[in-house]
């Protein structure tokens, strides 16, 4: 073997060790992994249960916490990686038209993760040290089941999966310029709705799950409908859902909701 394909089948064997132990640290992180938190004012200590998958696109999974009623809350992770033993995900929360975002990041040691939990208060950015334990489940199937057909891997339904259409932000325009009259539904929680919302839109409360049917029973099945919520996920395939089962036929959900209208630069009223 001569010197240049030796050096060339050294540089290959290092790229195949190196993905080998890439992949086998992506294995490693899933499963599920424990920490507690402080109770407040006297309330009892919650335990978090991470759940975690490692995929082709990066890392994917949910963090379950019970809520003021002891019932856990599952949260699915976004814009999940990973890199060698280093993992890094945010939580995104939205509750009284505020949407709170933690951003969690750590290695990988033995049956720990041990890093830091970033988030902003007051116009101040902070960070608490956070250290995860497995519970021995470090398999990737125990961790996270592939998406159900028709819903991503955060669990909601795809809007498409309905027979309405998701227009972008043009294409919502256009829809509004063809049909005057259409009537834009906001389904946001009426706190995030009074913060600001699209001129005209009318605000109704879909998020409780035994009385949502009652806000839109009263809505002209005659009459065209644009539909948005925050990011476009639950409320508003709630809504269509429920579009479709009693005969609606002229509604579009805006994509990417609310969120996608403002980072458009589109106009909006309080």
């Given at each position: 073997?001569?010197?240049?394909?030796?050096?060339?089948?050294?540089?290959?064997?290092?790229?195949?060790?190196?993905?080998?132990?890439?992949?086998?640290?992506?294995?490693?992180?899933?499963?599920?992994?424990?920490?507690?938190?402080?109770?407040?004012?006297?309330?009892?200590?919650?335990?978090?249960?991470?759940?975690l998958r490692a995929n082709d696109s990066g890392l994917s999974g949910k963090i379950s916490t019970p809520g003021a009623d002891g019932k856990p809350t599952d949260t699915p992770i976004a814009n999940g990686t990973v890199n060698g033993d280093a993992i890094s995900f945010e939580v995104i929360r939205q509750a009284n038209?505020?949407?709170?975002?933690?951003?969690?990041?750590?290695?990988?040691?033995?049956?720990?993760?041990?890093?830091?939990?970033?988030?902003?208060?007051?116009?101040?950015?902070?960070?608490?040290?956070?250290?995860?334990?497995?519970?021995?489940?470090?398999?990737?199937?125990?961790?996270v089941p592939p998406p159900k057909p028709g819903y991503n891997e955060q669990g909601y339904k795809i809007v498409n999966e309905t027979k309405y259409k998701e227009l972008s932000i043009d294409e919502t325009e256009k829809y509004l310029a063809a049909h005057p009259d259409a009537v834009i539904l906001d389904l946001r929680p009426p706190a995030a709705y009074a913060a600001g919302h699209i001129k005209g839109a009318v605000n109704l409360d879909v998020t409780d799950d035994d009385h949502y049917k009652d806000a839109l029973k009263p809505l002209d099945k005659s009459k065209h409908y644009?539909?948005?919520?925050?990011?476009?996920?639950?409320?508003?395939?709630?809504?269509?859902?429920?579009?479709?089962?009693?005969?609606?036929?002229?509604?579009?959900?805006?994509?990417?909701?609310?969120?996608?209208?403002?980072?458009?630069?589109?106009?909006v009223v309080k």
């Open positions: 073997m001569n010197t240049p394909t030796k050096y060339l089948f050294a540089f290959g064997a290092l790229i195949t060790h190196t993905a080998l132990i890439q992949f086998a640290f992506a294995a490693g992180v899933g499963g599920n992994w424990l920490w507690v938190t402080a109770g407040r004012n006297g309330a009892p200590d919650k335990e978090n249960v991470l759940s038209g505020t949407t709170t975002t933690n951003r969690y990041s750590g290695k990988i040691s033995g049956d720990k993760i041990v890093g830091t939990i970033a988030f902003t208060r007051g116009g101040e950015t902070r960070s608490r040290d956070w250290e995860a334990k497995s519970n021995g489940s470090r398999s990737e199937a125990a961790a644009i539909v948005h919520s925050v990011t476009g996920h639950y409320r508003t395939v709630r809504a269509l859902e429920y579009f479709e089962a009693n005969g609606f036929e002229n509604a579009v959900a805006i994509e990417g909701g609310y969120q996608a209208w403002v980072a458009a630069g589109k106009p």
